[in-house]
């Protein structure tokens, strides 16, 4: 792939601060946005330990996620034992109607072959054959959370998705990126079912990552898609692909099932949802409803309000790729230049980024391009950095451990354009109200606010 | 190498739980073999991070691809008074070329950019699963990166899958005793020099006790290592006491620091009144007995006399508060139990705890303390705790965060008492705080709301004219 050599990757040998985090990970968020779904870590204890908490402190919600427990003995002998008895111990216990396997560094060091473990698995287990199984391969050493959640997505459209003589016409099937909140899929439902149309949305993280209240306690995740409904996507109209690292997986749909799919980068931004607008008015046949048409107007309203404080303004942005790819866009869109964009790992959409400055690197890369920015636009761990060089903080993504309703945020659509340019927005605002220049230092009354300064 | 060590440390004579197994379940070791689909917990390397990163002028740089460090760094609490350090985190950041290849030359690299742009005292590299797998030589870089620099770089061989946090924690202290401590010699000594072992300054801890020794006059030569400097920790075998605060984790480095330079240990706690008031006690009588002024223990008592009561006064409006109520207490080990006095001083009935991480000591301790009917959970799982609190059988769950949303699910009030909790509890003020936590749960008008059954659920219509 020689597209991707164009952007510099930092030349340290130490990565300081890091930005990217591992493919399981990733991998796991996919899995939890499948009903009554046990994640499951292919690799050593600690590993999943460190994921959980992770996404603990995000979303703030209970996370299933178990591990085959590989020890130094079992590493050297291979891990298939390992991983039966896992599965077998999952299923007894907990009877989840799938399991969603990632591997890690460990189990990819030593190189298992996946694709023939689940054929074994298959066949020495009978009595397990209503349980679904995916496996995914997620090496911590190559690619990050992105690709890990492409690839589970990817092996879950290849191992259940099934083709369908009948086509329903008013199903369509959203492959939802890692960079769309548990709000912004609610959001697209929402938008979608507007034009009377059902989507089934894969992964779908607004059932079972946007605080449930159970009547009992699983340990299995809680809502999302079910594996019935992944398995009916075959019958869909078609299919609307959000994300460069979502194509992968929708091409893998198109090719086993035949039902169209129509790419979007993104859907952040006036006109990026305008097109979406388009799309679903032509699938359903249907005039977009009242609604959408005053979330429109409002949008157009608030971008004629806020180009001000957003004209020229220097900003510097450090996120997943395909988040990264909406937000800089969104950025751009407003009249604000983008100098500096830090992206943890090498991804197609880089290529069409639009910044003066576009790495591969980590917060501490995003710390010296950021020094005379007016905000940075990153995840909560942004903000050591910009709180040493008095740069404020916008904070997008994940982790999100120090703001509360992380998972909610809406940024898709009219509507959650609208508050993204609010939010961003009111930060210039504030410091143009309040006469507080740039750099401030110690004492500069942020009150904790999203200045990022260590007030929190 | 790392086999041996893992041996020494499971042959721990300083350990009681140890001592009472067999030759060869001594070989066994302390971690349990893992129930692959049923373990949950952290690995060596994730245990040896706690026990070394609140050194907070070093650097901590961990060795392997982005897992290890890219999920983990920039989650946990131990506050610094000063350097700032130890909260960036570094990482080698292997790449498959790395794994195919070989770390080594990377790994010093990054060494060489860490010591020349941040001039640290010391540089600590963690051992993770994939280098231990192809083979790095940790050990080898860093004598070499040492030399060549001329700093300290200190190998931490604790991969995680060789076992458990708490095996990560005595590998840490393996690392400090075989390359740190003994290896500066302190400006000045004092006869009332004491080192505190195993106490991270979570949330600012250390500083709720630290006052207290000062007022009494015995110096905190090295604390390991909350707030911790890396010169300080290198001194530590010039302290006249050792004091243990988790005897689990760390009594490997008090039994070699006695057995190496002759000072003796105990096991304390901050954590509760009595056992507050017994630590400051201990220390100020060992340190009489190695030789400081006799004055030393009447300053101690002087305080104790005057903190205790202090803090029963405080502690007197939450009785009527806390009268009735009742706490269901989730937490490894020896820590919680101290605190049990001091909350059912305050009024709150303990109805029982999981015993989990507890040693069979701990829990004949906690039989004699609170009777048979009392309840010890081994192994409880979440659903039962679950309906434990939503039949009301408690009002109040005390735990770590991982478990913390089998309560609130269940809506019933909790409080965090682990490693990311905010608030300190330690010494005299620290138990004043952790009631005032409590009552401000409790009280908190949310739980009578929350329980509200939906407009459109059945339920008594009384809500509506209940409604003013
Ligand atoms: S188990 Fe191994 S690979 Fe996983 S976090 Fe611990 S050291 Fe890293």
Redesign the interface.
Known sequence: MSHIQRFPSAAKAATTNPLKMSQPLGAALAYLGIDRCLPLFHGSQGCTAFGLVLLVRHFREAIPLQTTAMDQVSTILGGYDNLEQAIRTIVERNKPAMIGVATTGVTETKGEDMGGQYTLFRQRNPDMADTALVFANTPDFAGGFEDGFAAAVTAMVERLVEPSPVRIPTQVNVLAGSHLSPGDVEELRDIIEGFGLSPIMLPDLSLSMAGRQPTDFTATSLGGVTVEQIRAMGASAATIVVGEHMRVAGNALELKTDVPSHFFSRLTGLEASDKLVRLLMELSGKPAPARLRRQREALVDAMLDGHFFFSRKRIAVALEPDLLYAVTGFLADMGAEVIAAVSPTQSPVLERLKAATIMVGDHSDLETLARDADLIVSNSHGRQGAARIGVALHRMGLPMFDRLGAGLRVQVGYRGTRELLCDIGNLFLAREMDHEGRGHGDAHGCGGGSCGCNAV | MLQDKIQDVFNEPGCATNQAKSAKEKKKGCTK??????????????GAMIVLQPIADAAH?VH????????????RGSQSSGPQLY??????????L??IGGGEK??Y??????VQQYDPPAVFVYQT??PA??GDDIAAVCRFASEKLGKPVIPVDAP?????KNLGNKLAGEALLEHVIGTVEPEYTTPTDVCIIGEYNLAGELWLVKPLLDEIGIRLLSCISGDGRYKEVAQAHRARVTMMVCSQALVNVGRKMQERYGIPYFEGSFYGVSDMSDTLRTMARMLVERGADKSLIDRAEGVIAREESRVWRRLEPYKPRFDGKRVLLFTGGVKSWSMVSALEGAGLTILGTSTKKSTKEDKERIKKMKGEEFHQWDDLK??D???MLADHQADIMMSG??SQ??SL???VPWLDINQ?RHHAYAGYDGIVNLCEEIDKTLSNPIWRQVRQPAPWESGPSSTLLAAE
Not at chain 2, 33 to 46: H, M, N, Q, T, W
Not at chain 2, 64 to 71: F, T
Not at chain 2, 87 to 96: A, H, I, P, W, Y
């Open positions: 073999s893992l129930k692959p689909g049923a373990a949950a917990g952290g690995c060596a390397y994730d740089l392997g691809p982005i897992a290890c460090l890219g999920n983990s760094w920039d989650n909260r960036t985190g570094f990482t080698t950041d292997l790449s498959e790395d794994v990377k790994l690299r990054a060494i060489k950019e860490i699963c994939v797998m192809t995680g899958f060789v076992g458990s979440p659903r705790i679950y309906r965060g991982r949303f089998i699910k269940a809506k990311e």
